[in-house]
């Protein structure tokens, strides 16, 4: 996946004027590696991808993602998340099938990559921070700041939700948290996260967002299934838990609360992990940010 994965980000970083040289310091190749990616075909790249049973709309997350953690220099955080998404591809077997065409000897019923990824709720999180760290996605920030939770598969209360204490707010142009994420660190998301596991237990993560007038359509574009609630005047954490979960029967991707009397609206976007949650959030800022 990696050489394809990296041609895809060299095209992206060229298209947005950056030099063969500057590339190659970011994506940590050699610059004569850099033009035989920019020479390649980007269909070639995409195949490759396919052909290990990627979606379209998972290609290009992986792609948003990398090229906005090497842009702000966080090439770290970019080898971290590219190692834990493919050990997190691993460790689910959607890899399975590719590998025994390469390999016919492996058996049907081999499960050997069920143990490789160990789930680090902490580490998940901080690395979602930094998929946030995004100009467009301080566009989504509301007035009451933004914060995303992650809870254990097991959690049954609010010391069993992970978030940041004190919420997400722009700083400097950036989302920037608060502190670092605590266990207990958000009543509000971890109550809605409780509540909506009872109806729909994949959904582990959530982030409130602005419900701005670009939401809907952004949803459209990014194929996300959202529904709406209120307007409603309850502004305490349960009662509002309550309302969101009323409507989670098939998993909706994001729920658009209208507020009401002193309530101010927001979006609830849902995901398996934090990852995946802050992609979404990611997406949906650039698409607003297209439609402005």
Same mark, same amino acid.
Request: charged share 25%; aromatic share 6%.
């Given at each position: 996946?990696?050489?394809?994965?990296?041609?895809?980000?060299?095209?992206?970083?060229?298209?947005?004027?950056?030099?063969?040289?500057? &590339?190659?310091?970011?994506?940590?190749?050699?610059?004569?590696?850099?033009?035989?990616?920019?020479? *390649?075909?980007?269909?070639?790249?995409?195949?490759?991808?396919?052909?290990?049973?990627?979606?379209?709309?998972? &290609?290009?997350?992986?792609?948003?993602?990398?090229?906005?953690?090497? !842009?702000?220099?966080?090439?770290?955080?970019?080898?971290?998340?590219?190692?834990?998404?493919?050990?997190?591809?691993?460790?689910?077997?959607?890899?399975?099938?590719?590998?025994?065409?390469?390999?016919?000897?492996?058996?049907?019923?081999?499960?050997?990559?069920?143990?490789?990824?160990?789930?680090?709720?902490?580490?998940?999180?901080?690395?979602?921070? !930094?998929?946030?760290?995004?100009?467009?996605?301080?566009?989504? &920030?509301?007035?009451?700041?933004?914060?995303?939770?992650?809870?254990?598969?097991?959690?049954?209360?609010?010391?069993?939700?992970?978030?940041?204490?004190?919420?997400? *707010?722009?700083?400097?142009?950036?989302?920037?948290?608060?502190?670092?994420?605590?266990?207990?660190?958000?009543?509000?998301?971890?109550?809605?996260?409780?509540?909506?596991?009872?109806?729909?237990?994949?959904?582990?993560?959530?982030?409130?967002?602005?419900?701005?007038?670009?939401?809907?359509?952004?949803?459209?574009? *990014?194929?996300?299934?959202?529904?709406?609630?209120?307007?409603?005047?309850?502004?305490?954490?349960?009662?509002?838990?309550?309302?969101?979960?009323?409507?989670?029967?098939?998993?909706?991707?994001?729920?658009?609360?209208?507020?009401?009397?002193?309530?101010?609206?927001?979006?609830?976007?849902?995901?398996?992990?934090?990852?995946?949650?802050?992609?979404?959030?990611?997406?949906?800022?650039?698409?607003?940010?297209?439609?402005?």
């Amino acid at each position: 996946m990696l050489p394809n994965v990296r041609g895809l980000v060299a095209k992206r970083l060229r298209a947005q004027g950056m030099s063969q040289n500057k &590339i190659a310091v970011l994506v940590g190749v050699t610059q004569p590696a850099i033009k035989q990616y920019l020479d *390649a075909r980007e269909e070639d790249f995409r195949q490759k991808l396919y052909e290990a049973y990627l979606k379209d709309e998972e &290609i290009e997350a992986i792609i948003s993602n990398l090229v906005n953690l090497v !842009s702000n220099g966080e090439k770290e955080e970019a080898s971290l998340y590219f190692t834990t998404l493919g050990l997190m591809f691993l460790s689910e077997l959607r890899l399975c099938s590719l590998h025994r065409k390469i390999n016919t000897s492996i058996p049907p019923d081999c499960r050997i990559c069920t143990g490789l990824y160990k789930e680090e709720e902490e580490r998940e999180l901080q690395l979602a921070l !930094s998929l946030l760290k995004n100009r467009e996605v301080s566009n989504l &920030i509301p007035e009451v700041l933004s914060n995303i939770a992650y809870s254990k598969r097991d959690a049954k209360e609010i010391a069993d939700v992970l978030a940041i204490p004190g919420r997400i *707010a722009v700083i400097g142009g950036l989302p920037t948290p608060a502190s670092k994420p605590t266990w207990g660190g958000s009543r509000h998301l971890a109550t809605i996260l409780l509540e909506v596991r009872k109806t729909c237990s994949k959904w582990r993560s959530v982030m409130n967002i602005k419900l701005d007038y670009c939401i809907e359509k952004a949803l459209k574009q *990014a194929n996300l299934i959202s529904k709406v609630v209120g307007p409603s005047d309850k502004r305490d954490d349960v009662s509002i838990a309550k309302i969101v979960a009323a409507v989670m029967n098939d998993c909706p991707d994001v729920i658009l609360h209208l507020g009401g009397n002193g309530l101010e609206p927001n979006a609830y976007v849902f995901g398996e992990n934090p990852l995946q949650v802050s992609s979404r959030v990611v997406e949906i800022a650039k698409f607003c940010s297209d439609l402005t």
